[in-house]
């Protein structure tokens, strides 16, 4: 809420250390409250709060039946080790939360370790309690190749990071939610990955019934309208990283040809249905640049169609936001009217 760096970290524009021209501080002032007016910041910000008093309730319950030498779940003895918590540390953990913890009413432990005198056990309880909520709420760390951060011998200088643009999370995913589960093989795995599927589909309900250029929503009840439903909330809900990002770029440079549409029926994927081939591949700057090419093309030629100003459309800044998408879809449409372009009729 006070730095917004999750607007930042998505865009990939996250450089606190860098030397920065007056536009790169401009677009990063514009950036950091972009957050707030997504409500991305709140958002985040209390589901990182949740996170974390789930996590620290439950850290410190499994600390405390491992030191008593009560029966402990080898998952928590794993995932304890996972956290960098061992026996001994475990110990002197315990002993902080005696002597300055509380166990709440509500079931909630509180730790209150600003009070602990023990500096290792602050800092081994405090590094275990980030790792927890940045796993349970995916944030990007060292995740993401050399070569996406302007490093490395494979692409040079910043051309990695323009093609890894907004692919970080993807990343991040893919080894913090489909690695670790395939790891962990239990019901709560399970649990969590028919939510994420479940909430995927609900998105691409809300996103479809919104939009009145959007195909009409398949029958569930039907074979593949259910597969279509399906691949849309796995898609969306980034359950499996950047393997479907992988999936939706062959998709997209085949034209449908080849992918997991091709095999059980049904248009491609909605995520890129927007995007160029190009911008698909090589990331937004490289389809912001074709965008542009083709405006110019179209306005010299006098061939401006309805896509070209939706292409327009797309570049203004908040034209995508809730409260906003209709006005500026009512201006898209009223524009073409004007000049009389002539719209595709609406697909419902």
Do not use: C
Request: a positive charge; proline letters at 5%.
């Amino acid at each position: 809420m006070v730095l917004d760096t999750r607007a930042m970290s998505m865009a990939d524009m996250l450089d606190d250390y860098g030397r920065w021209s007056k536009y790169e501080r401009g677009l990063k002032g514009l950036t950091d409250r972009f957050g707030l007016v997504t409500l991305m910041a709140p958002w985040n910000s209390a589901m990182k709060q949740i996170a974390g008093v789930i996590g620290q309730t439950r850290t410190l319950e499994a600390i405390e039946a491992l030191v008593a030498g009560a029966p402990l779940r080898q998952a928590e003895r794993t995932r304890l080790a996972s956290l960098g918590i061992g026996p001994e540390m475990a110990e002197r953990i315990d002993a902080q939360f005696k002597a300055h913890g509380e166990k709440q009413a509500n079931g909630s432990w509180w730790a209150n370790s600003a009070a602990w005198t023990d500096r290792d056990a602050i800092e081994s309880f405090r590094s275990a309690l980030n790792k927890e909520i940045d796993t349970t709420i995916v944030t990007k760390g060292q995740e993401v190749p050399l070569w996406m951060s302007g490093g490395g011998t494979l692409v040079p200088g910043n051309v990695g990071k323009m093609i890894g643009q907004f692919r970080s999370f993807s990343l991040a995913s893919a080894q913090r939610v489909m690695m670790a589960g395939l790891q962990k093989r239990d019901m709560a795995t399970l649990n969590g990955a028919l939510l994420m599927v479940g909430l995927g589909m609900m998105v691409y309900a809300v996103r479809n019934a919104t939009n009145p250029k959007a195909q009409p929503l398949p029958d569930p009840s039907t074979p593949g309208g259910l597969a279509r439903w399906i691949r849309e909330g796995v898609d969306i809900s980034g359950l499996t990283g950047y393997l479907f990002d992988v999936h939706n770029m062959i998709e997209k440079a085949s034209g449908g040809g080849v992918g997991i549409s091709r095999l059980t029926g049904g248009p491609a994927q909605s995520r890129y249905a927007n995007r160029n081939t190009l911008e698909s591949i090589l990331g937004p700057t490289s389809g912001l640049v074709q965008d542009v090419g083709q405006l110019l093309g179209a306005a010299t030629k006098g061939e401006w169609s309805a896509g070209d100003s939706s292409r327009v459309r797309r570049m203004i800044p908040t034209q995508n936001l809730i409260g906003m998408r209709h006005l500026f879809d009512a201006a898209e449409h009223g524009i073409n009217n004007v000049f009389g372009i002539k719209e595709p009729p609406p697909r419902r």
